[in-house]
C-alpha cells in the first residue's frame, strides 16, 4: 500500500506541468497509470489536452476514461510526456520496458519537448543495471542477435550479462505492440549507460534498448505525504 500511495503522489505532483492545450505523452504502467486517472479528473473539469499513448494498454485506460486521444502521426509537436521509470539514477537515466512498451515510450519521450518522470522510492539506485535491461529485438534471428547484445554489452564493460527473452501465457516469447521479441538482460550493474546504449544500437537485429539516456529532465519522487521533485 505504501509504494501505491508513493506513487498515487508522485503522479499528482506531475500534474503541475500540465497546462491548457498542450498534447502530452501519456506513459505506460502502474505510476503512469495513476497520472492518467488525474488527468481524465481534471478534463472533466474543464482541462483541454490530447495525449498520444505510448501503448495500446494505455490506449485503452485513457478511452475508458474519456481523455482524448490523438495518433503520433497527426501532431507536430509533444509539448510534455508523464512516464514511470523501472530505475533512475542521480543523472536522470533510466531503465523502462519492464512493460514491454520501450519502442513507442522512447519514440514519444524524444519528441516531446520535456520528459517528466514520475516514481516511488523503490526505483531511485545509486546505479543502473539491478532491473534486467529490455532489449526489443526483431524475432527474425532472434537468437544470433542475444549473442550479439551479450558481447556489445560485455564491450561496454557489464561482467557476464545473462540474457534471456521474455515469455507469455504457453512460454512462448511474448510479442510488443510492435510484433517484437524482448530480451531481458540481467547486468548486474551497468558501469557506463551511455557506452552500452551505443553500443547496442550499433547491433543489427536490436530495434530498441530499454536504457533513456538524455531525455528525462525532471524527476519525480512520490512519498507518504508528498513528492519531491529534481530537475536536471
Known amino acids: 500500500m505504501a509504494h501505491e500511495t ?7 505532483a506531475a500534474m503541475d506541468f500540465v497546462e491548457d492545450g498542450m498534447t502530452l505523452g501519456l506513459g505506460t504502467g502502474s505510476t503512469a497509470k495513476f497520472f492518467v486517472e488525474f488527468l481524465a479528473e481534471e478534463i472533466a473539469d474543464g482541462l483541454v489536452v490530447r495525449g498520444v499513448p505510448t501503448s495500446e494498454e494505455t490506449r485503452r485506460l485513457a478511452e475508458s ?4 486521444l490523438v495518433d503520433i502521426e497527426q ?37 516531446s519537448d520535456l520528459m517528466v518522470v514520475i516514481a516511488d522510492p523503490s526505483k531511485q539506485v545509486e546505479a543502473l543495471g539491478a532491473f534486467p535491461l529490455p532489449v526489443e529485438v526483431t524475432p ?18 557489464v561482467l557476464r550479462p545473462r540474457i534471456k527473452v521474455r515469455t507469455g501465457p504457453g512460454n512462448i516469447p511474448l510479442r510488443t505492440d510492435g510484433g517484437n521479441y524482448i530480451l531481458d538482460c540481467d547486468c548486474g550493474t551497468i558501469p557506463d549507460a551511455p557506452k552500452a546504449a551505443a553500443h547496442l544500437a550499433h547491433v543489427p537485429g536490436v530495434v ?5 539516456t538524455h531525455l528525462c529532465r525532471v524527476v519525480i519522487i512520490g512519498s507518504e505525504d508528498g513528492a519531491t521533485i529534481f530537475e536536471y
Open 65 to 68: 476514461l474519456g481523455v482524448p
Open 6 to 12: 508513493e506513487k498515487r503522489n508522485a503522479a499528482a
Open 208 to 212: 530498441e534498448h530499454g536504457l533513456f
Open 75 to 111: 501532431v507536430d509537436r509533444i509539448h510534455l510526456t508523464v512516464d514511470g521509470a523501472d530505475e533512475v539514477d542521480g543523472q536522470a537515466q533510466l531503465i523502462k520496458g519492464g512493460g514491454a512498451a520501450l519502442l513507442r515510450e522512447k519514440i514519444v519521450a524524444n519528441a
Open 140 to 157: 527474425f534471428g532472434y537468437t544470433i542477435t542475444a549473442k550479439k547484445v551479450y558481447d556489445a554489452l560485455c564491450q561496454a564493460g
